[in-house]
């Protein structure tokens, strides 16, 4: 368990404005920073939050790996956790991808077959092809980031971000064999023959694009629980450009697919970008202002080099500023995450599994600022994007777990429970949260 300086402040014992008024600035600036620096731990539990422990025997698995595009040392050790897991599993497991499957800017829109994205993309696949049960590649569905559209859902650029290879990688990439088990989500492309012709279609009229990649129920062999998929980069770019009747008719489908599985005793959505989260994507944090966007780990050198006054601050405005779509603050993530924060209370959602931040959180939405004064049930963000990358994480209203330093999640399903596991890259068990039905 962590000190966090932000709950000290919130606690009454010292606001930021009596910090300011009172005497002994020297002293209290010292004070503050020290408390800042000793309050970088990759690991917090909320006060209060205990390891629960079920006796009974699961009924499924299913391995959640965010943001695993890049074929780095700490997917290396990821997949090799998930591939030892797997082997005691004793019914089929699944892993699901959170999107940013292939960084940086995905596919091109000429040249799709080139070779260097396939190559990259083939060592990804060979690590998750060693996550086996019964001697079968574990299926993988993963659904598309903002990295896999180049930033660029709606094709304003034309340049990198094709979406439609991801679609027909057993008939384009080199290693075809790779990806038999792969399913990229949402989307069907059975009507098509190839990439170039759904590419055709897709990016011949942005309606197209907005039709194809509607939400759909994911395919588990577990009939108490609805996945349901959904391509968030293309929502929060259609609100960035101006398309907001297409934005609206995008998640006007969302609460449809939503509505018909209601009745499930699980309702979760697959989302890449997370309804809330205290981490790189909130530049607003006001640590941040203070020492830079690597606060409070700094993990990386750049980091510690922001930290030196007044790097830090201007840094921190400045992207705070620019009001880029991919961050929490910015107008068009705003009407995406209340949108769909709307639908989830009267459609049944028990859990939005995201990605984006490279980081691990757990946090309660009925507490967040989308907070709602309905709390006869539960409704959890679990952001898991640290299969591949890492970044700083702070906890913030709602949170009751966060950790950096790579890792991946489980979900195992009980008779009456749903069991959220988070562990670190070597397969140990930081936390769990039970979710009663």
């Given at each position: 368990m962590?000190?966090?300086?932000?709950?000290?402040?919130?606690?009454?014992?010292l606001?930021?404005?009596s910090?300011?008024n009172?005497?002994?600035?020297k002293?209290?600036?010292?004070?503050?920073?020290?408390?800042?620096?000793?309050?970088?731990?990759?690991?917090?539990?909320a006060?209060?939050?205990?390891?629960?422990?079920?006796?009974?025997?699961?009924?499924?698995?299913?391995?959640?790996?965010?943001?695993?595009?890049?074929?780095?040392?700490?997917?290396?050790?990821?997949?090799?956790?998930?591939a030892?897991?797997?082997?005691?599993?004793?019914?089929?497991?699944?892993?699901?991808?959170?999107?940013?499957?292939?960084?940086?800017?995905?596919?091109?829109?000429?040249?799709?077959?080139?070779?260097?994205?396939?190559?990259?993309?083939?060592?990804?696949?060979k690590?998750?092809?060693?996550c086996?049960?019964?001697?079968?590649?574990?299926?993988l569905?993963?659904?598309?980031?903002?990295?896999?559209?180049?930033?660029?859902?709606?094709?304003?650029?034309?340049?990198?971000?094709?979406i439609?290879?991801?679609?027909?990688l057993r008939?384009?990439?080199?290693?075809?064999?790779?990806?038999?088990?792969?399913l990229?989500?949402?989307?069907d492309?059975?009507?098509?023959?190839?990439?170039?012709?759904?590419?055709?279609?897709?990016?011949?009229d942005?309606?197209?694009?907005?039709?194809?990649?509607?939400?759909?129920k994911?395919?588990?062999?577990?009939s108490?629980?609805?996945?349901?998929?959904?391509?968030?980069?293309?929502?929060?770019?259609?609100?960035?450009?101006?398309?907001?009747?297409?934005?609206?008719?995008?998640?006007?489908?969302?609460?449809?697919?939503?509505?018909?599985?209601?009745?499930?005793?699980w309702?979760?959505?697959?989302?890449?970008?997370?309804?809330?989260?205290?981490?790189?994507h909130?530049?607003?944090?006001?640590?941040s202002?203070?020492?830079?966007?690597g606060?409070?780990?700094?993990?990386?050198?750049?980091?510690?080099?922001?930290?030196?006054?007044?790097?830090?601050?201007?840094?921190?405005?400045?992207?705070?500023?620019?009001?880029?779509?991919?961050?929490?603050?910015?107008?068009?993530?705003?009407?995406?995450?209340?949108?769909?924060?709307?639908?989830l209370?009267?459609?049944?959602?028990?859990?939005?599994?995201?990605?984006?931040?490279?980081?691990?959180?757990?946090?309660?939405?009925?507490?967040?600022?989308?907070?709602?004064?309905?709390?006869?049930?539960?409704?959890?963000?679990?952001?898991c994007?640290?299969?591949?990358?890492?970044?700083?994480?702070?906890?913030?209203?709602?949170?009751?777990?966060?950790?950096?330093?790579?890792?991946?999640?489980?979900l195992?399903?009980?008779?009456?429970?749903?069991?959220i596991?988070?562990?670190?890259r070597?397969?140990?068990?930081?936390?769990?949260?039970?979710?009663?039905?």
């Open positions: 962590r000190f966090s300086i932000i709950e000290y402040l919130h606690r009454g014992h606001s930021p404005i910090f300011l009172r005497k002994n600035m002293i209290k600036f010292i004070f503050l920073l020290s408390l800042l620096l000793f309050s970088c731990s990759h690991i917090y539990i006060p209060g939050q205990k390891i629960s422990r079920i006796s009974a025997e699961h009924t499924q698995t299913i391995y959640i790996a965010g943001d695993f595009g890049s074929p780095s040392s700490l997917l290396k050790d990821v997949t090799s956790s998930i030892k897991d797997a082997a005691r599993q004793s019914s089929q497991p699944y892993i699901l991808g959170l999107g940013d499957n292939l960084y940086v800017k995905g596919f091109p829109h000429r040249d799709a077959r080139t070779s260097k994205p396939f190559a990259k993309l083939c060592k990804i696949a690590l998750f092809n060693k086996r049960y019964k001697e079968q590649p574990i299926p569905i993963t659904i598309p980031g903002n990295h896999d559209y180049n930033d660029d859902a709606v094709s304003v650029k034309r340049t990198w971000g094709n439609a290879p991801w679609y027909f008939q384009m990439a080199p290693q075809s064999k790779l990806f038999e088990q792969w990229f989500m949402p989307g492309a059975n009507p098509h023959s190839s990439a170039s012709e759904l590419y055709e279609y897709l990016y011949s942005l309606q197209n694009l907005v039709t194809f990649m509607k939400p759909q994911i395919p588990v062999e577990n108490s629980t609805a996945i349901i998929a959904m391509d968030s980069e293309l929502v929060i770019d259609l609100f960035a450009a101006g398309y907001y009747d297409l934005a609206k008719k995008y998640l006007q489908s969302l609460e449809e697919v939503l509505r018909e599985n209601k009745n499930h005793k309702v979760i959505v697959l989302t890449h970008h997370p309804l809330a989260s205290y981490a790189k909130r530049p607003g944090k006001w640590g202002f203070l020492l830079g966007p606060w409070p780990q700094f993990s990386k050198w750049w980091h510690k080099v922001l930290m030196v006054p007044p790097l830090g601050t201007l840094t921190t405005f400045g992207w705070w500023a620019i009001h880029y779509p991919q961050d929490i603050h910015s107008c068009a993530y705003e009407n995406y995450r209340k949108a769909v924060y709307a639908m209370k009267d459609n049944n959602v028990s859990l939005v599994i995201s990605g984006h931040e490279h980081c691990t959180q757990l946090i309660d939405l009925q507490q967040t600022v989308l907070n709602t004064k309905n709390t006869s049930s539960t409704c959890m963000q679990l952001v994007g640290e299969a591949a990358k890492q970044d700083p994480v702070t906890n913030g209203k709602g949170t009751l777990f966060f950790h950096t330093g790579g890792g991946y999640s489980q195992k399903f009980f008779d009456k429970e749903l069991l596991e988070m562990r670190d070597q397969g140990n068990q930081l936390y769990n949260y039970v979710i009663n039905e």
